[in-house]
């Protein structure tokens, strides 16, 4: 009997394990399927994006000429000479030409900003000009020495552009995303032969080189990103060159010559690790507050400086506690054979801790840069400029950045504002890419280093 009951107490107990284990299979395959489900979400999203995005780049357009070019020259334009396309800008254009040498060749801000007391010469030290053109003033310039300057500041292929702008008039009246230019075109060109009869179609990518090399306009057709990609470069430089020594030797001295007895060390510690998820706008308002106004003397204001600064301070927590991590799973066998073959502390720290924590330390780089690079608020809140035509060329430049041009391109009505939208944020996943790439490749040559 006892025996008896000690196998049926078993069964149960083997019945009960059993129907335990299903249930945490059970749970373990529902969990896995969340997982994947999850996985699956996230891309689709991502696919979406990217097919939004790449949609609006690539399409139709509408192009109507004020003028039609054969009305200007018996000869097609493209086969015109410099000096010829210079003719035509000097002939057709108010005042001799003179509004685009202010506009086009001058800066017009900076113009305005050297009281009109500077001549050609002064103005455009690294262009070869006649010397009776750099000898004058903008107001002294007569036709016959803008053309001569025209000739002399632009190439052909930059005064054709020019005359099509200035001159010809190209207005692109509408434009159509790349699914809808490749199953709806019998219908856009009825809507096109309605509304604009003397209007052509032609393929256009909005993402081309000319979009990188022209700096902002008016008119979306002919806006270009360049001043704004400079800023993002300079900024992002900067940032770089302030966050990451500093946050690298934060947590060097936190991680190993701090002791964590001192209550002032475990106040810093904790502050930075709450820093990491304080909204950026404030750190926005910190900038504005320390180096746009009480650090202007040094700035100069709303200049490029003052943004990596702001931005430093963004993602310094984040670098820092990445580091921190990196330095923490160091073995301490490494440490304990450095100490001892007779080296000091700052010996070990140099030549054998932080190159194996640099993968690490490169991880935690790549997510505070990849967050700056996205960020607007603090930069808006430090003055950045939402429309600028004069390139950053130091750190105390007015500048502008490109998540700054795609919020204000993606604010404006009418479809093309999509478009060039569409194209920056294009641009601006491809310097990310370039910047994480980068980092990734010196986190794999000291990860091949280390186990060489």
Same mark, same amino acid.
């Given at each position: 009997?006892?025996?008896?009951?000690?196998?049926?107490?078993?069964?149960?107990?083997?019945?009960?394990?059993?129907?335990?284990?299903?249930?945490?299979?059970?749970?373990?395959?529902?969990?896995?399927?969340?997982?994947?489900?999850?996985?699956?979400?996230?891309?689709?999203?991502?696919?979406?994006?990217?097919?939004?995005?790449?949609?609006?780049?690539?399409?139709?357009?509408?192009?109507?000429?004020?003028?039609?070019?054969?009305?200007?020259?018996?000869?097609?334009?493209?086969?015109?000479?410099?000096?010829?396309?210079?003719?035509?800008?000097?002939?057709?254009?108010?005042?001799?030409?003179?509004?685009?040498?202010?506009?086009?060749?001058?800066?017009?801000?900076?113009?305005?900003?050297?009281?009109?007391?500077?001549?050609?010469?002064?103005?455009?030290?690294?262009?070869?000009?006649?010397?009776?053109?750099?000898?004058?003033?903008?107001?002294?310039?007569?036709?016959?020495?803008?053309?001569?300057?025209?000739?002399?500041?632009?190439?052909?292929?930059?005064?054709? *552009?020019?005359?099509?702008?200035?001159?010809?008039?190209?207005?692109?009246?509408?434009?159509?995303?790349?699914?809808?230019?490749?199953?709806?075109?019998? *219908?856009?060109?009825?809507?096109?032969?309605?509304?604009?009869?003397?209007?052509?179609?032609?393929?256009?990518?909005?993402?081309?080189?000319?979009?990188?090399? *022209?700096?902002?306009?008016?008119?979306?057709?002919?806006?270009?990103?360049?001043?704004?990609?400079?800023?993002?470069?300079?900024?992002?430089?900067?940032?770089?060159?302030?966050?990451?020594?500093?946050?690298?030797?934060?947590?060097?001295?936190?991680?190993?010559?701090?002791?964590?007895?001192?209550?002032?060390?475990?106040?810093?510690?904790?502050?930075?690790?709450?820093?990491?998820?304080?909204?950026?706008?404030?750190?926005?308002?910190?900038?504005?507050?320390?180096?746009?106004?009480?650090?202007?003397?040094?700035?100069?204001?709303?200049?490029?400086?003052?943004?990596?600064?702001?931005?430093?301070?963004?993602?310094?927590?984040?670098?820092?506690?990445?580091?921190?991590?990196?330095?923490?799973?160091?073995?301490?066998?490494?440490?304990?054979?450095?100490?001892?073959?007779?080296?000091?502390?700052?010996?070990?720290?140099?030549?054998?801790?932080?190159?194996?924590?640099?993968?690490?330390?490169?991880?935690?780089?790549?997510?505070?840069?990849?967050?700056?690079?996205?960020?607007?608020?603090?930069?808006?809140?430090?003055?950045?400029?939402?429309?600028?035509?004069?390139?950053?060329?130091?750190?105390?430049?007015?500048?502008?950045?490109?998540?700054?041009?795609?919020?204000?391109?993606?604010?404006?009505?009418?479809?093309?504002?999509?478009?060039?939208?569409?194209?920056?944020?294009?641009?601006?996943?491809?310097?990310?890419?370039?910047?994480?790439?980068?980092?990734?490749?010196?986190?794999?040559?000291?990860?091949?280093?280390?186990?060489?």
């Amino acid at each position: 009997m006892a025996q008896r009951a000690l196998s049926e107490t078993r069964t149960a107990e083997d019945q009960a394990f059993a129907r335990s284990l299903a249930a945490r299979h059970f749970r373990g395959a529902v969990w896995e399927r969340f997982f994947q489900a999850a996985i699956v979400i996230g891309i689709v999203a991502l696919l979406a994006l990217m097919f939004n995005t790449v949609n609006r780049i690539v399409g139709l357009v509408a192009v109507q000429e004020a003028i039609h070019p054969s009305e200007i020259s018996d000869v097609p334009l493209e086969q015109l000479s410099a000096e010829q396309l210079a003719a035509i800008l000097t002939e057709r254009l108010p005042s001799g030409g003179r509004v685009l040498v202010r506009d086009g060749l001058l800066g017009g801000a900076d113009y305005y900003n050297a009281n009109n007391t500077l001549t050609m010469g002064q103005f455009l030290p690294d262009v070869t000009l006649p010397e009776s053109v750099a000898s004058k003033k903008l107001s002294e310039l007569q036709p016959e020495d803008t053309q001569a300057l025209f000739v002399a500041a632009m190439d052909k292929n930059t005064l054709l *552009d020019e005359v099509y702008d200035q001159v010809v008039g190209r207005d692109v009246v509408g434009s159509w995303p790349l699914t809808a230019s490749l199953f709806n075109r019998a *219908d856009i060109e009825a809507e096109i032969a309605a509304d604009h009869p003397n209007a052509t179609l032609q393929w256009n990518s909005w993402l081309d080189l000319q979009f990188l090399v *022209d700096s902002m306009s008016n008119t979306p057709a002919d806006t270009g990103i360049r001043t704004a990609f400079l800023g993002t470069i300079w900024v992002l430089l900067l940032t770089l060159l302030v966050s990451f020594p500093l946050g690298v030797g934060t947590a060097l001295y936190l991680e190993e010559y701090s002791s964590g007895n001192n209550w002032l060390e475990r106040f810093i510690e904790t502050n930075i690790r709450n820093l990491a998820g304080v909204p950026s706008i404030i750190y926005g308002l910190l900038g504005l507050a320390i180096f746009v106004r009480t650090l202007e003397s040094i700035t100069q204001g709303r200049t490029v400086i003052s943004a990596a600064l702001t931005m430093a301070l963004l993602i310094l927590p984040v670098i820092i506690i990445n580091a921190q991590e990196a330095l923490r799973a160091v073995p301490p066998s490494i440490r304990e054979a450095s100490f001892g073959l007779g080296a000091t502390k700052w010996q070990t720290i140099w030549n054998q801790v932080l190159p194996a924590a640099m993968p690490g330390i490169l991880t935690g780089t790549i997510l505070g840069m990849s967050r700056a690079i996205g960020e607007t608020a603090p930069l808006i809140i430090i003055g950045a400029a939402t429309f600028i035509v004069k390139d950053p060329n130091s750190p105390v430049s007015k500048f502008t950045v490109i998540p700054i041009q795609i919020y204000n391109w993606a604010k404006q009505p009418g479809g093309q504002y999509q478009d060039i939208a569409a194209a920056g944020i294009v641009l601006l996943l491809i310097v990310l890419l370039l910047f994480n790439a980068t980092a990734i490749i010196l986190r794999q040559r000291f990860r091949r280093s280390l186990s060489a």
